[in-house]
């Protein structure tokens, strides 16, 4: 089964700086994809941005990009110029490819709460 | 933008009632998806749904629960006869394709008494 691990329970950061989230994951499986999703204190959950474990780029929006390490099951986010509107709890998250077709499931890690200091 | 909708976004019942949650996914999704949320506790998921059939559920998606697609455009998870641990945060998620980003909708915040 797969496990994703969020070793960061809380962090914070000065408004316009940078931070790193991080997150391992483990699975035996070669295409997959990764999330981060936001929670902020609505508790929508929504999509920040999206890495494909077949592509060798890091994917980035706007202010965020990931660090996707493939050997070692690691994929970070990077939150740059951070804003008072980042803070949330950010959730990382994996999804098998299944070969066969169907729907695929989301496996979710613990979560980090992320706040913006002014 | 499209938006996947919930309603209620807050349910109150007294345990042992039944619930159905009911959600909206986006207009030319095919594949659905329902996930709860424990306060203060990880995202899990529940079942997952395409050409009107559940494609996988997980060990808490028991007998209790029961998801159905009762017309083109809704999407409904109910749960039999609540009890006090099914208090939680309930995700409708949508997407369009397979391996597709899911989008989720706002939740309903169901409360057991």
């Known amino acids: 089964a797969q496990t994703v691990t969020q070793s960061q329970p809380e962090m914070s950061v000065q408004e316009a700086e940078t931070v790193t989230l991080s997150c391992t994951y483990d699975t035996s499986e070669s295409n997959y994809y990764l999330f981060w999703y936001k929670q902020p204190p609505s508790r929508q959950m929504i999509l920040v941005i999206r890495q494909e474990a077949y592509k060798q780029q890091n994917a980035t929006e706007n202010r965020f990009s990931v660090n996707f390490q493939k050997a070692a099951k690691s994929f970070s986010l990077k939150i740059s110029d951070s804003q008072l509107g980042d803070t949330a709890m950010y959730f990382c998250a994996f999804m098998t490819l299944l070969v066969q077709g169907g729907s695929e499931k989301l496996v979710f890690g613990k979560g980090t709460k992320l706040t913006v200091n002014p | 933008e499209p938006e996947v909708t919930q309603t209620p976004s807050h349910q109150v019942t007294q345990m042992g009632q039944e619930v159905i949650l009911r959600c909206v996914p986006i207009s030319n999704h095919l594949y659905f998806y329902w996930y709860r949320q424990i306060l203060g506790q990880k995202v899990e998921f529940l079942v997952s749904f395409y050409n009107n059939e559940i494609s996988e559920k997980s060990e808490i998606f028991d007998d209790q629960f029961s998801v159905e697609r009762p017309d083109g455009s809704n999407f409904t998870l109910k749960i039999r006869s609540t009890k006090l641990e099914d208090s939680a945060m309930y995700f409708c998620?949508?997407?369009?394709?397979?391996?597709?980003?899911?989008?989720f909708g706002p939740g309903t915040r169901l409360t057991v008494l």
């Open positions: 998620a949508s997407s369009d394709l397979q391996g597709g980003t899911q989008y």
